[in-house]
T-cell receptor, first 113, second 107 residues
Framework: EAGVVQSPRYKIIEKKQPVAFWCNPISGHNTLYWYLQNLGQGPELLIRYENEEAVDDSQLPKDRFSAERLKGVDSTLKIQPAELGDSAVYLC???????????FGPGTRLTVL | KNEVEQSPQNLTAQEGEFITINCSYSVGISALHWLQQHPGGGIVSLFMLSSGKKKHGRLIATINIQEKHSSLHITASHPRDSAVYICAAWSGGNLIFGKGTKLSVKP
């Protein structure tokens, strides 16, 4: 069975450009997480979905970040416009609803120049 | 102060050495995870525990709920164990991550 799929794996953009990341969770996993991981730090939650509903987006910088999970399966995280400080790894994870075991994707490493 | 603290931040060992990574947390938790992250970003869950001790191969994880402390031990370390090890506490419906311990095992 396929794990959590993320694309692209790497992205380099200039500041002020938009960027989007895509995540396809493990089949049957209702809960989807987007995390931001800065170098030398642990992941920090950006947003958590239960099916198509964002149940925790308190840490999402809504002035430039947006996310959607329209059909409750795959999800897109967007940054517009990107800033230098957004350079980081963006991780997606999924779990069965109510389970504390999360499965992580390989991440997207974003570099903003 | 971070809610989940790990030590040491960096660790270099010789192949075969016994390794201990520590994790302390200040929040109430229902479970604690130990995760492994290799260069390239992918994170793999090693253990989930809420009490006592778990063992898988050369890896052992312990937790002391009263002291709010957990340890990850690696016996007979090997260069392929080189990775970042992250402790994460399940609290309030979310995982709270430590900053990770970067382990490098030299042959």
């Amino acid at each position: 069975e396929a794990g959590v799929v993320q694309s692209p794996r790497y992205k380099i953009i200039e500041k002020k450009q938009p960027v989007a990341f895509w995540c396809n969770p493990i089949s049957g996993h209702n809960t989807l997480y987007w995390y931001l991981q800065n170098l030398g730090q642990g992941p920090e939650l950006l947003i958590r979905y239960e099916n198509e509903e964002a149940v925790d987006d308190s840490q999402l910088p809504k002035d430039r970040f947006s996310a959607e999970r329209l059909k409750g399966v795959d999800s897109t995280l967007k940054i517009q416009p990107a800033e230098l400080g957004d350079s980081a790894v963006y991780l997606c994870a999924s779990s069965v609803q109510g389970s504390i075991e999360q499965f992580f994707g390989p991440g997207t490493r974003l570099t903003v120049l | 102060k971070n809610e989940v603290e790990q030590s040491p931040q960096n660790l270099t060992a010789q192949e075969g050495e016994f390794i201990t990574i520590n994790c302390s947390y200040s929040v109430g938790i229902s479970a604690l995870h130990w995760l492994q992250q290799h260069p390239g970003g992918g994170i793999v869950s090693l253990f989930m525990l809420s009490s006592g001790k778990k063992k898988h191969g050369r890896l052992i994880a312990t937790i002391n709920i009263q002291e709010k402390h957990s340890s990850l031990h690696i016996t007979a370390s090997h260069p392929r164990d080189s990775a970042v090890y992250i402790c994460a506490a399940w609290s309030g419906g979310n995982l709270i991550f430590g900053k990770g311990t970067k382990l490098s095992v030299k042959p």
